[in-house]
């Protein structure tokens, strides 16, 4: 018979936080107290162990060691494999797919994605005010007033934005950016966060297997940046009844976040994987003790959800 001091069970006291697997909570609107939404980390910020970390010596030298391993740059290549015309009612553009490959090993991942020239231009313009001195001379396809839609015209452009991705790419501060991330990634991540709100897990699910995997390239210098999209997805196959591949998902996050325990998401991402882990018949004590040292260290005044959380990303 299962102790009242295991999660799940009646009488449960442990961890604040109440994502239970198999709930559903509903999605309330922004309260006052709640992080706010999106990945607000800096790509190169916050990681390290926190000061009030109880890790050993060892286990710091082992993170380090990690850590070092995560810093080794990861080579990616960029196509614009192909170009099509779009007409809507009131406009008419050019939608680009762009795909993206890792070098240097067989890549089974490769990433391919659609952007329209308007969105070459916002990044670029978003970059000019962050990076001017680095991007001065990075040369950006101009915008033309008539010929946009000739053959000639669109196969001189998919060059010069190919030629464009990978100048910008080849510039450190500029791959690791906020602005050439989200040019990357954001318009499938806000998506797939959409669908997660409107309980389409299954979709949201399959956009972030498509995406998840070149934002773990992009941010490989800080592997925390990829903890909201794991989240969701631990949320997604626990919610459709998938535990296992939930708490799979789950220990990918925590690789990710380390000894972060100020991170936001690491309170409410032990609590889920204590409750999948009880649930699977798997080690949830020791995730629980985390959970609980955690809470010792840095009291909250009150334990938001794994779910809660990942319901307010990417509104905006």
Sequence with gaps: MASHKHPGSPGWTGPICQDMAGTTPKASAPRPDLPR???????????????????????????????????????????IASARIEERKVSK????????????????????????????????KKLLKTFREEIEDVVFPKKHLIGNFTEEMISERKLALKEYLSVLYA??????????????????????????????????????????????KLTAHCPALLVPAL?????????????????????????????????????????AMARLAYLLGKDFVSLQKRLE??????????????????????LS
């Excluded at 990945?39 to 070092?68: C, F, I, V």
């Excluded at 040292?293 to 334990?303: D, M, T, V």
């Design 93 to 124: 553009f050019v939608m680009y797919q762009i795909v993206v490959i890792q070098t240097g090993s067989f890549d089974s991942n490769k990433a391919v994605l659609e952007r329209r020239y308007s969105d070459f231009e916002t990044l670029q």
């Design 171 to 216: 510039i450190r501060c500029v791959r690791r950016s906020r602005e050439f991330i989200d040019f990357l990634t954001r318009p499938e991540l806000k998506e797939a966060f959409g669908c997660l709100r409107a309980g389409q897990y299954t979709k949201a699910l399959d956009i972030l297997m498509r995406v998840v995997p070149l934002q773990e």
């Design 37 to 79: 939404p999106g990945p607000e980390d800096h790509l190169e910020a916050q990681g390290s162990p926190s000061s009030n970390s109880s890790m050993t010596t060892r286990e710091l030298q082992e993170y380090w060691r990690a850590q070092k391993c995560c810093w080794k740059h990861v080579k990616l290549l960029f196509e």
């Design 293 to 314: 040292e955690s809470q010792l260290r840095k009291p909250a005044l009150r334990g938001f959800t794994l779910k809660e959380l990942t319901v307010q990303e990417y």
């Design 231 to 271: 989240c969701a997805m631990l949320v997604c196959h626990r919610d459709l009844d998938r535990p296992a591949e939930a708490f799979a998902v789950g220990e990918r996050a925590l690789q990710c976040l380390q000894a972060r325990e100020g991170h936001r998401y690491y309170a409410p991402l032990l609590d």
